[in-house]
């Protein structure tokens, strides 16, 4: 922000709205007018949310980021550093004379790679038995790359579902480990108790209730009713009723149960595809495949082909394993096929599309390849084995070459 004129605003989940924020940034800036301490972090709490922000008095800019209560100060202070520190690079000379905020929209990779940086812990709490490794299964599924660490007590994996990051901790049910459950919930932005539908066992789960508001009571929860094909589940409504938070239906072990699986999590983490730039992909492929089928019940089968198609290329988007997109495109090319329509005959979309499909492969590679390095960096950092000034030479380096890579991508 300059003054009270927004430069850059991009949001990833729902927050507070700008009417709510602009009175308190304004009275902020108002404040700090005179202070010429620009490395200091200052932080606000304001409803359910922390708003931290940061000066550079030479432009006259502050560097605002709104997060939730369960972000960490020391996780929050080197990603709103490097907010500021990659935006007065890239447009420190542009600042004075920029009229138009579509100006900054290039630093968008540089923003999601923050945020990335500050990926949520989801935990997945509830007794032996109830379906919890068959949620996280059904989660993480065909989301790739992903990194598993075993645990004795449960499973801690690095899951992706559109372009959104979490950490997705399952602890084990057994009672026998109870004791440490309180030491795993600690720092959770999201809990979903897993039950099993049966009035015993949601009865028994009051205990997690309990246990979120003593530990992290200003995480998100919801209920995961899991095996709703038994004989004597309890409706969703009816198990809501009892444990007082939100309840989902569910069949876990049903693999077609996964869209509609991402879709509690994004409610219950408030996130939506209107908010997030980084959900949108995901629902826009889903929604092209839930079309292609309507469209072979229907009979329309090039009308399918062409949802088929539009639906490979955003697997490659969402930097998916390239099989997800070829096997996609292989069903649209056997269903033209059976209709004799050849590639000569194809609309000019679909040829585009094609093109595109395989010059992707190669960038999204590359991309993938510059997103790895990335991560090494932060860690080294992190740990301590290379200099603040080594990580930030670096990184511009690969940050320039990310720029490079998608501008190919775009043309």
């Known amino acids: 922000m300059r003054k009270i ?20 940034f304004l009275s902020i800036i108002k404040t ?29 800019l502050f560097f605002f980021m ?26 420190a000379e542009i600042v004075p004379k920029a009229k138009e905020p579509s100006v900054f929209k290039s630093f968008n990779p540089i923003s999601d790679k923050i ?104 995480a998100r929860c919801g209920v995961i009713a899991n095996k709703q094909d038994l004989p004597n589940s309890m409706e969703p409504k009816e198990v809501s009723r009892i444990l007082g938070i939100p309840a989902y239906g569910m069949i876990a072990i049903e693999e077609n149960n996964r869209a509609k699986m991402i879709k509690i999590i994004a409610n219950i983490m408030d996130i939506s595809e209107q908010v997030s730039p980084l959900l949108k992909p995901l629902i826009e492929r889903d929604k092209n495949v839930n079309m292609a089928e309507k469209c072979l019940e229907s009979g329309d089968y090039l009308k399918a082909a062409d949802y088929l198609t539009k639906a490979a290329n955003l697997s490659l988007e969402l930097g998916d394993d390239s099989e997800i997109g ?31 499909l395989a010059k992707n492969k ?29 990580f930030n030479e670096k990184n511009r380096e690969f940050i320039a070459k990310q720029k490079k890579i998608k501008q190919k991508f775009e043309d």
């Open 5 to 24: 004129e927004v430069l850059y605003w991009r949001q990833y989940g729902s927050s507070l709205n700008w009417e709510d924020v602009s009175p308190i």
């Open 32 to 60: 700090m007018k005179n202070n010429k301490n620009d490395t200091k972090i200052n932080y606000m709490t304001i409803s359910e949310f922390r708003i931290s922000y940061i000066k550079s008095s030479d432009l006259n």
């Open 66 to 91: 709104i997060t939730d209560l369960t972000d960490k100060s020391e996780d929050i202070e080197p990603q709103i550093k490097s907010l500021k520190e990659e935006f007065l690079e890239l447009f």
């Open 115 to 218: 945020h990335k940086n500050l990926r949520p812990k989801i935990a997945l709490v509830g007794f032996s038995g109830v379906g919890k490794t068959s949620i996280t299964r059904l989660i993480r599924a065909e989301e790739i790359p992903m990194t598993h660490v075993p645990t004795m007590t449960g499973d801690i994996v690095s899951v992706k579902i559109g372009k959104l990051y979490f950490n997705l901790w399952d602890f084990a049910g057994q009672e026998s480990f109870s004791f440490l459950w309180p030491d795993f919930i600690q720092d959770s932005d999201a809990v979903l108790i897993i039950t099993d539908s049966q009035l015993e066992n949601i009865d028994e789960s009051k205990f997690f209730i309990d246990l979120i508001k003593d530990e992290v009571p200003n």
């Open 326 to 356: 070829k096997e996609l495109l292989e069903k649209a090319k056997i269903i033209r096929s059976k209709l004799g329509v050849e590639d000569s005959k194809e609309s000019p979309e679909i040829k585009l599309d094609k093109e595109k």
């Open 362 to 390: 190669d960038i999204r590679n590359e991309l993938n390849k510059i997103e790895t390095e990335l991560a090494d960096l932060e860690q080294q950092r992190q740990q301590g084995i290379i200099s603040e000034k080594i």
